[in-house]
């Protein structure tokens, strides 16, 4: 499913027969067609930079779903059959991506089957080339083993991309080239997929489902933008404009929700005939209107979800006739479920992953969210309290968003508050009055779903924290955090202006995580738990740091981060988490001293350079802009490494380079310029280079990104020196060599000389393949040469 979720969204033509729900029907319950069984030689599917050859063998399509044949399945099961498969990757980073799950950096592979689904114009292009062999023909006699073989594989195949191929037979794909999802088998990889999708940014992804013990991954072999689309600007972004939500939600006592949902839908393309939206599985949409008329859902069965579950699914709202660009149109949307979990002992939270309501693609809207609820329990959510009564056994509460904020979360308990005021905003920390039962880490979230549209995953703790279940009740530290959070809000506020909005609550869920809402942070319960004082170094130190530090202040950075400034796209995703997680460290820095954030960084040191599953480095799994993708079965937490420690890592790297004072202008400029807008990855190299000092070596800033952000490896440096001469004409002469990176690697490494009377040169010296030599005049002799004393460059000790 997570091909689904940035399509451009609406479609447009003439509507196909049937309602929604029949075509889903027939696309789920398709079958094969015994009268369109061929044995075929020397057919292709091009598809862009997706080449398919099915050399020699038979081919069988599927019945038509809406006057469209979806599918269709190759084998090569006559003497010297085979089908063959090439993708080429267009870039280094893809290739290596690919040779590490592969052992090959271009795909290239024969196969014995292959199942098609498709919404283009596939049907078409292989039955023109029939006439083309005269081995082709008709051969129904070996329809049977095939539509046996492979018709539940069909089932799952459809099912799986139900709502992706209805929303393609609904429009119709009149001159647009649809969905293209491919299933292949054979001996050395097993089974694994191709998906070519032109709606979504990078349209052709491969990779393959695997399971290890108990976890299933979808590992991402590649992921690209199709030949085609690497020539021609991307596609607009929204298709449809959303605006002023009204949610009217009763939460009933056994923690379900009913709500209906009302919000400004303004089409940006004419003749719209289905609007997506994104929405948890676990919430049944159960109707629909338009303007007051009726209008027809459809969500695809939350049981099938498989691959995305956990994230959330697309649904379709068909409009009783198409939609006008340009023109606001009232959606009302009921909808139900459980997305608030239980923890035990009254303590209650709202599952952090999928959306409790209709979304679509995370828009800046205002919110009026009116929360019913038993009367005993108490619910936090994004906004102002404009209205709060009781009626009989239920509250009843009225929030509003004094500004555009891009989801609305709420948490729920019972709780007891700290309210603090500071710089003209207001925090109010919930705790819960007893502890959840389990105070363990929850399982992590294994499945990775690689979604390329906006992410809203939580922040997980780096590291293995031992959380033992200590006998300490979460309100003793309710006072201490509050103060906390009000102090990094306050330090926020001074170098980065308003927060995202002005009212700012946290409450405690169960886990090691955290995660930052606009208006509500959601704080892992060991935050709110006194520790026993530590005097031990290392792991359990930086853990402690972590928890009672680190996370609070990372979860208010994303206040600004991730709220105010966005990043909506898979690859620019890590730049919130660096930025969150760097504004937290130059906040323990402030009030803690340096150390403490250097403990951090040589904490995030180690995990990158553990190794993986797979005996690699976790850092090498893949450059920092992989984002979600670097979860894989190679090195499992490769993302949360990745994104929080080698991210954080990058800006520290920057911030030597640049200083302080010019980097802390940096990020109060990139909440300035990119306030209520997404930035991407270059976007931020293009204004870092703003604020590099005058006459800096590599100014632009790419070397630094091609090596630190689109790269990887991690250097070991060593500096070897000498001084010849008489002073006052001394000449230091010196060597930075690295080792275990590959020879294309370089960085840029300080080397500090102090001379008498605590003067000091930095010498900048750029590593490489060879020894780097450098040579420095000076007056007098040194007092000491040392390789990068601070933390300038992310290296092995
Ligand atoms: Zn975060």
Redesign the pocket.
């Known amino acids: 499913m997570r091909w689904l979720l940035l399509l451009a969204l609406v479609v447009r033509a003439a509507p196909a027969a049937g309602t929604a729900a029949d075509v889903a029907r027939a696309i789920r319950e398709n079958g094969f067609d015994r009268d369109e069984c061929y044995r075929v030689r020397d057919i292709t599917i091009f598809k862009d930079d997706l080449k398919i050859y099915l050399t020699d063998g038979h081919l069988i399509f599927s019945q038509p779903v809406a006057g469209h044949r979806i599918a269709a399945v190759f084998a090569a099961d006559v003497e010297g059959g085979e089908g063959e498969v090439i993708l080429l990757p267009p870039n280094r980073a893809e290739r290596t991506s690919l040779a590490s799950f592969i052992n090959s950096p271009n795909l290239d592979e024969h196969f014995r089957v292959a199942l098609f689904l498709f919404t283009g114009a596939e049907y078409d292009a292989i039955m023109s080339q029939l006439p083309h062999n005269a081995a082709n023909r008709k051969d129904p006699d070996a329809a049977g083993g095939m539509v046996e073989a492979w018709t539940p594989a069909l089932r799952g195949l459809a099912a799986s991309f139900q709502t992706r191929v209805a929303l393609d037979l609904l429009g119709g794909t009149a001159g647009r080239p649809g969905l293209f999802a491919a299933l292949f088998d054979n001996a050395r990889l097993g089974r694994f997929d191709i998906i070519y999708d032109p709606y979504s940014p990078e349209q052709i992804v491969a990779g393959q489902v695997l399971v290890r013990g108990d976890s299933t991954y979808f590992n991402t072999w590649t992921s690209f933008q199709a030949r085609r689309s690497r020539r021609s600007p991307p596609p607009p972004a929204a298709d449809v404009v959303l605006s002023d939500y009204r949610i009217q939600a009763t939460l009933n006592p056994d923690l379900s929700l009913d709500c209906v949902t009302r919000v400004k839908v303004k089409p940006v393309v004419d003749g719209a005939t289905a609007v997506t939206f994104e929405i948890a599985p676990q919430m049944a949409v159960s109707a629909a209107t338009i303007d007051g008329r009726d209008a027809e859902v459809l969500q695809r069965d939350a049981l099938r979800a498989n691959i995305g579950r956990g994230g959330n699914d697309l649904f379709l709202v068909i409009p009783p006739e198409p939609l006008h660009a340009g023109r606001e149109y009232e959606f009302e949307l009921r909808h139900s479920g459980k997305v608030i979990l239980d923890a035990g002992d009254r303590v209650f939270y709202v599952t952090a992953r999928g959306n409790w309501y209709p979304g679509h693609n995370l828009q800046f809207a205002r919110y009026d969210l009116q929360f019913r609820y038993p009367v005993d329990l108490d619910l936090v959510a994004a906004g102002d309290v404009v209205e709060d009564r009781t009626e009989g056994d239920w509250r009843i509460t009225r929030r509003r968003t004094a500004a555009t904020i891009r989801f609305a979360a709420f948490n729920l308990g019972n709780y007891k508050h700290a309210r603090l005021e500071r710089a003209g905003f207001v925090v109010d920390v919930c705790a819960n009055r007893s502890l959840e039962r389990a105070l363990q880490p929850r399982p992590q979230e294994v499945v990775n779903v690689p979604v390329p549209g906006p992410s809203r995953r939580?922040?997980q703790v780096p590291m293995m924290v031992p959380p033992q279940p200590p006998p300490h009740s979460p309100i003793e530290r309710l006072q201490d955090l509050a103060a906390d959070v009000a102090s990094s809000l306050e330090f926020m506020v001074s170098r980065f202006g308003p927060p995202a909005l002005p009212h700012i609550a946290v409450s405690p869920i169960p886990g090691t995580f955290?995660?930052?809402f606009p208006g509500l942070i959601y704080l892992s319960t060991l935050a709110y738990l006194k520790d026993a004082p530590s005097s031990e170094a290392g792991p359990a130190q930086s853990a402690k740091i972590y928890l009672e530090d680190v996370l609070q202040a990372?979860?208010v950075a994303?206040q600004w981060w991730?709220n105010r400034v966005t990043a909506s796209f898979y690859r620019d995703s890590w730049l919130?988490?660096a930025l969150?997680?760097t504004s937290a460290l130059l906040y323990i820095e402030k009030r803690m001293g340096a150390h403490s954030a250097e403990t951090m960084l040589d904490t995030y040191r180690g995990l990158l350079l553990e190794k993986a599953p797979n005996g690699q480095t976790v850092e090498s799994a893949g450059p920092v802009v992989f984002g979600p993708r670097l979860d894989s079965s190679l090195a499992p937490t490769a993302y949360r490494t990745i994104t929080y420690g080698k991210g954080s890592w990058i800006m520290q790297m920057l911030r030597r380079r640049m200083g302080d004072q010019r980097f802390l202008s940096l990020l109060a400029e990139a909440i300035r310029r990119y306030d209520h807008r997404d930035i991407s990855t270059e976007e931020f190299r293009q204004l870092a280079a703003e604020f590099m000092p005058p006459r800096s070596e590599d100014p632009r800033l790419e070397t630094f990104f091609e090596q630190w952000v689109y790269g990887t490896g991690i250097p070991n440096l060593k500096l070897a020196w000498s001084v010849k001469g008489q002073a006052p004409a001394l000449r230091l002469t010196g060597t930075v060599t690295q080792s275990e990176v590959d020879e294309n690697f370089n960085a840029l490494v300080p080397v500090e000389i102090q001379i008498a009377r605590g003067q000091t040169v930095t010498e900048w010296v750029r590593t490489g393949g060879e020894p780097a030599h450098f040579t420095v005049s000076l007056k007098q002799p040194p007092v000491k040469v040392s390789l990068d004393p601070h933390y300038a460059v992310l290296r092995r000790l």
Do not use: I, L, S, V
């Open positions: 939580p922040t955290g995660q930052g990372h979860e994303h991730g919130m988490e969150a997680n």
